[in-house]
């Protein structure tokens, strides 16, 4: 079965850091661009970062970027999500999602994990 | 930036009926536009992309149309496992979410 697994939410207070790690079974994700995707409580869904197949294009949303950095290792099959400097806005589930075709397609997301809740309290 | 403005935010139906969301992109962008399915607790799943092509796996039930602006999600006979929240993007120019439409029990 084609799986991806998000790990490393939890409570952190503002200001801090945290990890996320979504790791891939099932296929490998070498081939793949990937992304981090969030939805904050009552709110639509957000791309805050994605991640080409050999790492040589990387994006930020303008609300994370200089804090987040993206990576992968598609040796292990996973992609990590690094977060500095955390905000009470940054309080979300955060999905990671593979992006269909090659790093050069422009195309839509057809596997996502479950997601892992991060909270940021002041 | 490209916005996506969905319609309704809410949309309130029984089992069988027929229902539509409609997504408008503030620019053309073509067909480049995916529809996806959130249940609390589970994976997001993309039903449709390029505007219209039916996901592997997704029930027939579920329709897509459009091209340019404007553009539709119809479920043709809603079921029980379809209440959930459903948000169109596009990916034309990097990627932009509506900002979603749930569908609840009338």
């Known amino acids: 079965e084609l799986q991806l697994v998000e790990s490393g939410g939890g409570l952190v207070k503002s200001g801090g850091s945290l990890t996320l790690s979504c790791a891939a079974s099932g296929f490998s994700l070498r081939n793949y661009t990937m992304n981090w995707v969030r939805q904050a409580p009552g709110k639509g869904l957000e791309r805050v970062s994605s991640i080409s197949s050999n790492s040589n294009y990387k994006y930020y949303a303008e609300s994370v970027s200089g804090r987040f950095t993206i990576s992968r290792d598609n040796a292990r099959n996973s992609v990590s999500l690094q977060m500095n400097s955390l905000r009470d806005e940054d309080t979300a589930i955060y999905y990671c999602?593979?992006?269909?075709?090659?790093?050069?397609?422009?195309?839509?997301?057809?596997?996502w994990g479950q997601g892992t809740k991060v909270t940021v309290s002041s | 930036d490209i916005q996506m403005t969905q319609s309704p935010s809410t949309l309130s139906a029984s089992v069988g009926d027929r229902v539509t969301i409609t997504c408008r992109a503030s620019q053309s962008i073509s067909t480049s536009l995916a529809w996806y399915q959130l249940k609390s607790g589970k994976a997001p799943n993309l039903l449709i992309y390029k505007a219209s092509i039916l996901e592997s796996g997704v029930p027939s039930r579920f329709s897509g149309s459009g091209s340019g602006t404007e553009f539709t999600l119809t479920i043709s006979s809603l079921q029980p496992d379809d209440f959930a929240t459903y948000y169109c993007q596009q990916y034309d120019r990097l990627w932009a979410f509506g900002q979603g439409t749930k569908v609840e029990i009338k």
């Open positions: 999602a593979r992006k269909r075709g090659d790093d050069l397609s422009h195309d839509a997301f057809n596997l």
